[in-house]
């Protein structure tokens, strides 16, 4: 079936005071609707711009703290190791040294200290070139890394002087393993400029017994 519906309309006269207190109220509504959202956004905004901010200098802080231990790292580098050669420099050799001299203090076990020199490494520089010179002492080390066991210290303690602090050798095979090392540095040979330098080492050995002779002692007795 069908239904009708009949609406009326009513027609209402406010006062004017009435309808100003509406109208002023929807007008401050309106006002304060706007502020909400203009304020909503702008700090919206700020939280986004404060978060790229902070992103940035996370990323600036990561890369300063990067930059500075690799600058520490190179320093440290530098304290110790000898820039030509690639091994310990004479500060870093004898500050090891001096960690397994008082290890073997300890245990009053023997330790060996062999000190090799360049054999007339002033006339491959003077009829070479210092660049000549420079080139086997870098050939030079690396022969002896090769022929030198991990375990034991090797570092250029000064010019053509390099040391070695034999730690886990046995006492009966530090004379023969230099010797093999002095050989192996004998059939080396370092080519520059179309030219073949050789040239041989002295080896200077002392065993010592800690802790009855100072590292001092046993250098200077390796050295003579």
Request: charged fraction near 25%.
């Amino acid at each position: 079936f069908t239904q009708s519906t009949m609406f009326s309309i009513e027609i209402h006269d406010y006062s004017p005071s009435f309808k100003l207190r509406l109208i002023l109220t929807f007008v401050f509504c309106t006002i304060i609707s706007m502020w909400f959202e203009y304020s909503r956004n702008f700090f919206l905004k700020q939280s986004e711009e404060n978060k790229a901010d902070l992103i940035k200098q996370h990323t600036h802080l990561k890369e300063e703290i990067e930059y500075r231990k690799k600058l520490e790292k190179e320093l440290i580098t530098t304290a110790n190791i000898d820039t030509l050669t690639g091994t310990l420099n004479r500060g870093a050799f004898f500050s090891a040294a001096e960690k397994k001299w008082d290890k073997h203090s300890r245990n009053s076990r023997p330790l060996s200290l062999a000190v090799l020199d360049i054999d007339h490494f002033k006339t491959i520089n003077d009829q070479f070139g210092h660049p000549a010179g420079d080139d086997v002492l870098i050939k030079i080390t690396r022969c002896c890394i090769d022929n030198i066991p991990s375990f034991d210290i090797f570092g250029r303690i000064g010019g053509e002087e390099f040391a070695v602090l034999l730690v886990e050798t046995a006492p009966e095979d530090r004379k023969p393993a230099l010797e093999r090392l002095r050989l192996a540095v004998e059939s080396t040979s370092v080519e520059f400029e179309g030219k073949l330098i050789t040239c041989t080492i002295s080896i200077g050995l002392y065993t010592a017994i800690p802790p009855s002779e100072t590292q001092t002692q046993m250098y200077k007795k390796a050295d003579a």
